[in-house]
């Protein structure tokens, strides 16, 4: 028998069906994989074996009574921003860190549903700011590649670090992420694992620690395009709990995986070509664009004019919706406390040690750009030019049904490498932040090894509410690029 | 730089983060430089562009007027830092 | 000068006349069973942190959705005020950190509320008339509430308040006296009692002013204002206005200038004074939450509920004024109150409206103000004093002694219908019967019939003789007819 730990959702769900296997085997196999390679690699920064267990055992009995669900016994790991109910939610902020929901995420509840089995909470940059999943409280995540012939660790990308390091390196058969500016795709890529950020709307929000509200968004991180399509076909759904939740039925998006490109049309916007992208990154996608070619798609030369100034109005938008969100965490309800001599002084003190440098800095640059005579300069500017990129997708999907650029303009870097300056750091997210602007969906597949021997992803950029052919592009490109090379394994101790 | 020291201490107020002046002399440098950076949105004439005010063609539904939540207050004060006969419970406040 | 200035309202200085300038930013509570943006209930009161969802006490992760009743309600209030309803409006978060503000920010509607321009009418005692202005009505969440008291160190706060829908119904600075200011709310609070969207309970806090008041010399531009916060009776709303001119005008008579700033009214001293927590200068952070779509509504909503709207006040002293033939006094007595219009329709309807009239405000409402009692808690219902009001338009009984039936009703209860009769209360209307009383009185007092003849006057001595001898059961006109005929007066 193959190592239980190795398998996809797919052939997970089938071996369970034919009963090679027990969900409690499968989950134990998990357990034991998470408590040899946590220390290592920090994916991890809560387990729940008991809950794990319990959660099989059900999923067992369900089986064997032919009551399987959609993702019967499958074990999955939740980034800790989803709320679960009894479970110690953080965030992965200090203000956060003493914090148990009596209350389910949506999206989680429709995944216990459907018979999953949760193996923990991941890691993840703190309020889901960062892109190195450096910012965490409880410490850094370690990505499972490293680059040839080097022990220096290298960033699993973020902010759901935790969520694609797992994935990565076989601690969980997929993951729970969310994505504000590509912190599911820019991971997934840095990586080598299926990243997916629905359209804005497709999943419910509710229960999910808030970073930027018209930003946010949840959805899987796997490792095949398949076992994404199972993932999100869950966790999406409408929900009047949520006024941004889209009242649309969720397609059978594991039925679009297999269906080819032939026919389609796909856009290489030309202002992806950025100053200072590495040549093996300009090679890949290349390499992608002659793959669909060759497997049927017409490929056409598009503009997306406003591709530049997506990611600075971005750090307008999601700082000043951040500042708001984050007011909520003031040491009164709930969270850390730090005492002071009046309420003022509580809320500094709380707030001063409750919240790290990044969020901090994001909190204080959206409290001035909505403060007092900034606002039209910079909100509202920056909400017009998400009408711009927005109008720039709208002209180009009349022309194409699908856009193909690299995910992120580098390979992961090393830890350390960027925390430095701010900037430099928040460049990572130039190719994904224009899918949240426009509230699209995006996708993200392993493509091949950069010349470091460290993963490399291409992103497939969709019309909205049309993950389906995202799905059927990034099939298409797994298929091409081959069997993902798997992180060789140098964190399990046993 | 776009934001002097003095506005740092005012935005930290704004935001009731505490900060030290070592902390202001950094800040004032990140966040002017983040400023001066996005301030490349100035190349783009927008006055004829609405702003965006939601993703796709959405109206906002509705709920019905039910009561359907409450009475759960042992849930809503049960991670207070301090709370009393299911108040919450914060220092003095002088009106 | 200003065409509203009214001598009678000036505020007279050491150094001459004072215009007070007043509006108003009424917070006014929503009617609905659920909160406006979570279903927990709304209702007064209750165990702390009993009414509180988890969005309510923002809980991380929660997001707003909103009640379709109270947006109804607004478009509902904002139609009473014959005001411009807006299709598209924007809730938008106004940011502050408070104890009793969970979220940090208010959900409210800066730029684009759901209510635009209106208009209040408002009828003095004195005969005067003011048309308020309404700048604009939106909608908002309310706060928790923080109580000071409990604990020598500590505050507690209790969530239930949070999030209960709010209007906030913002006037022009159209009012130019105390006296202004409190009919103006009463008649608002009047206004939204008929709509059925507030029920403008001010002990309970449901309806409530922020008060601004500036002063100014007759014609000159407006004076700097103060912002009296949270006034929750009109008496206190009257007694504030008041108190701060005077601060006002000492302040500038004494060479001074007006701070702008916002301030408290102290029940107890009758005062207003400086907030200490508000010092700081404000800076909200306007902007559209996103966690909220904009509100859309179509015109066929607007116009359903404008369908279902009742007739308001106004149009309600019009019409009694112009078919009941009620003077303007009378008729405002009856519509200033919701329950004691209904009432008086309730007697009036298919009756004689002058009559059902003087009997509502005359014994009605004579009586419960002598015993301290409501209209709701009157314990002649409507059925029952239109039951006497027929009684005397039959003929029945006589107005003096439908008194005596309304007396006993009052204190027993009972259909005056079945009373009259029990008690042979009726009025005797058997000719015969009144003449032979009539013969008897003659009789027994030639002197007076001869007087008669000479001063028609002494026939009043005759009825009142006559009254006596029936026991005050004749019926007065057909006494008067035949003393007339037999005095040989016509
Ligand atoms: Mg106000
Ligand atoms: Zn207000």
């Known amino acids: 028998m193959t190592d239980l730990t190795d398998l996809t959702i797919a052939d997970a769900r089938e071996g369970l069906a034919a009963k090679s296997f027990s969900a409690v085997e499968l989950a134990e196999a998990h357990l034991a994989a998470i408590r040899c390679a946590n220390r290592a690699l920090n994916a991890y920064v809560l387990e729940t074996p008991e809950r794990a267990l319990d959660m099989a055992k059900q999923s067992d009995a369900r089986l064997a009574k032919g009551e399987a669900g959609t993702l019967e016994g499958i074990p999955l790991g939740i980034k800790d921003l989803f709320c679960t109910k009894d479970v110690r939610t953080t965030a992965c902020s200090h203000i956060l860190d003493r914090f148990t929901p009596p209350y389910e995420s949506t999206v989680t509840a429709n995944l216990w549903d459907a018979g999953a089995v949760m193996l923990g909470k991941l890691n993840n940059d703190e309020f889901a700011m960062g892109s190195s999943n450096e910012t965490s409280f409880y410490g850094e995540v370690v990505n499972p590649w490293r680059r040839a012939g080097s022990d220096a660790p290298l960033v699993p990308g973020g902010s759901s670090g935790g969520s694609s390091a797992a994935v990565a390196a076989r601690l969980c058969l997929g993951a729970t992420a969310t994505d504000t500016g590509g912190s599911i795709r820019q991971p997934a890529a840095f990586t080598g694992t299926v990243g997916v950020k629905p359209t804005y709307g497709r999943c419910s929000r509710w229960g999910i620690v808030a970073f930027a509200s018209s930003l946010d968004q949840a959805g899987p991180i796997a490792r095949t395009v398949r076992d994404a399509a199972i993932l999100l076909g869950v966790m999406a759904s409408h929900d009047p709990k949520d006024a941004t939740s889209a009242d649309l039925p969720v397609p059978d998006f594991e039925a679009a995986v297999g269906q080819g490109v032939k026919g389609l049309t796909i856009g290489i916007p030309k202002e992806y070509r950025v100053e200072g992208m590495a040549p093996e990154i300009e090679a890949l996608w290349q390499q992608g664009i002659a793959w669909l070619t060759e497997a049927g798609a017409t490929v056409k030369d598009i503009s997306l004019p406003h591709t530049k100034y997506a990611l600075p109005s971005y750090y307008i938008v999601a700082p000043a919706e951040a500042s708001s969100n984050l007011a909520r965490y003031d040491g009164v309800r709930y969270g850390l406390r730090e005492p002071g001599k009046d309420v003022l002084s509580m809320y500094e003190n709380t707030r001063e040690s409750g919240f790290g440098a990044e969020v901090k800095r994001r909190v204080l640059i959206g409290t001035y750009v909505l403060s007092a005579g900034y606002y039209d300069a910079y909100y509202l500017k920056a909400q017009k030019v998400r009408t711009l990129i927005k109008r720039d997708f709208d002209q180009a999907f009349e022309n194409v049904d699908a856009i193909l650029t690299p995910t992120t303009p580098a390979p992961a870097f090393a830890a350390g490498e960027k925390s430095g300056d701010p900037l430099e750091m928040y460049l990572n997210d130039i190719f994904t932040v224009t899918v949240n602007m426009a509230g699209l969906p995006g996708i993200s597949v392993p493509a091949g090894l950069s010349s470091e021997g460290t993963p490399l992803g291409l992103q497939v950029i969709g019309r909205p509410f049309d993950e389906e052919t995202l799905f059927r592009v990034g099939h298409a490109l797994e298929e091409a690029a081959g069997p993902m090379a798997k992180p060789q394994d140098w964190w399990s101790k046993s | 730089m776009s934001v002097d020291r003095a506005t740092v201490f005012r935005i930290a107020r704004l935001a009731r983060i505490a900060i030290t002046d070592a902390e202001a002399e950094r800040l004032e440098s990140e966040l002017s430089g983040i400023l001066d950076w996005v301030a490349q949105l100035d190349e783009l004439d927008t006055a004829n562009v609405e702003p965006m005010t939601r993703v796709e063609a959405m109206t906002m539904k509705m709920r019905k007027d039910e009561v359907t939540d409450g009475f759960c207050a042992a849930d809503i004060v049960k991670n207070a830092p301090q709370e009393d006969d299911h108040y919450f419970v914060v220092p003095k406040i002088v009106e | ?490």
């Not at chain 3, 509320?113 to 005692?125: N, R, S």
């Open chain 3, 1 to 490: 000068m200003d065409a509203k200035t009214e001598k009678s309202n000036l505020i007279a200085g050491e150094t001459g006349d004072w215009e007070v300038v007043i509006g108003m930013e009424v917070h006014a509570q929503v009617t609905s069973n659920a909160k406006l943006f979570s279903g927990a209930r709304t209702e007064f009161g209750g165990e702390p942190n009993a009414h509180v969802s988890l969005v309510d006490a923002a809980m991380p992760g929660m997001l707003p959705v909103i009640n379709e009743a109270c947006v109804a309600q607004a478009v509902r209030t904002g139609l009473g005020l014959k005001a411009e309803i807006n299709l598209s409006s924007v809730f938008d978060r106004k940011n502050y950190f408070y104890p009793d503000l969970p979220q940090g920010y208010q959900i409210s509607q800066y730029k684009n509320p759901i209510v635009g321009e209106g208009e209040v009418i408002v009828d003095l005692l004195s005969g005067e008339r003011v048309v308020v202005g309404i700048e604009r009505l939106h909608l908002e969440q309310d706060a928790g509430k923080s109580l000071h008291d409990q604990h020598p160190q500590n505050s507690y706060v209790d969530l239930n308040r949070s999030g209960v829908a709010l209007m906030e119904i913002v006037s022009k600075p159209d009012l130019r006296s105390s006296e202004q200011a409190k009919a103006y709310v009463s008649k608002l609070r009047t206004i939204l009692r008929y709509l059925g969207t507030c029920d403008g309970n001010m002990e309970e806090g449901s309806l409530r002013a922020d008060v601004n008041v500036s002063v100014r010399r007759p014609g000159d531009g407006f004076g700097t204002r103060c912002e009296i916060k949270n006034v929750n009776s009109i008496r206190f709303i009257g007694q504030a206005i008041e108190y701060e001119a005077r601060r006002q005008i000492e302040i500038i008579e004494d060479g001074g200038t007006i701070d702008q700033e916002t301030r408290l009214f102290d029940a107890k001293t009758g005062e207003t004074r400086s907030m200490r927590s508000k010092e700081e200068a404000h800076d909200y952070r306007y902007f559209p939450d996103p966690d909220l779509l904009p509100l859309e509504l179509t015109q066929d909503f607007v116009d359903e509920i404008a369908g279902s709207l009742p007739e308001l006040p106004d149009e309600k002293r019009a019409r009694f004024i112009a078919d009941y033939g009620l003077t303007p006094y009378d008729a405002d007595v009856l519509v200033s109150e919701r329950e004691s219009v209904d009432y008086f329709e309730d007697v009036a309807k298919g009756r004689d409206a002058k009559q059902a009239a003087n009997w509502v405000i005359n014994e009605l409402f004579g009586r419960l103000n002598k015993e301290g009692l409501a209209i709701d808690d009157s314990p002649i219902s409507s059925a029952q004093l239109g039951g006497i009001v027929d009684l005397i338009k039959a003929g029945t009984i006589s107005g003096k002694i439908a008194k005596d039936v309304f007396d006993i009703v009052w204190t027993e209860g009972g259909d005056p219908a079945e009373i009259v009769e029990k008690r042979g209360m009726k009025q005797v209307t058997d000719t015969r019967a009144i003449e032979k009383a009539v013969d008897e009185v003659m009789a027994a007092n030639p002197d007076k019939v001869a007087q008669a003849k000479e001063k028609p006057a002494v026939a009043g001595w005759f009825v009142g003789q006559v009254m006596k001898a029936t026991g005050g059961k004749a019926s007065p006109q057909a006494v008067n007819a035949l003393l007339k005929s037999k005095l040989g007066l016509e």
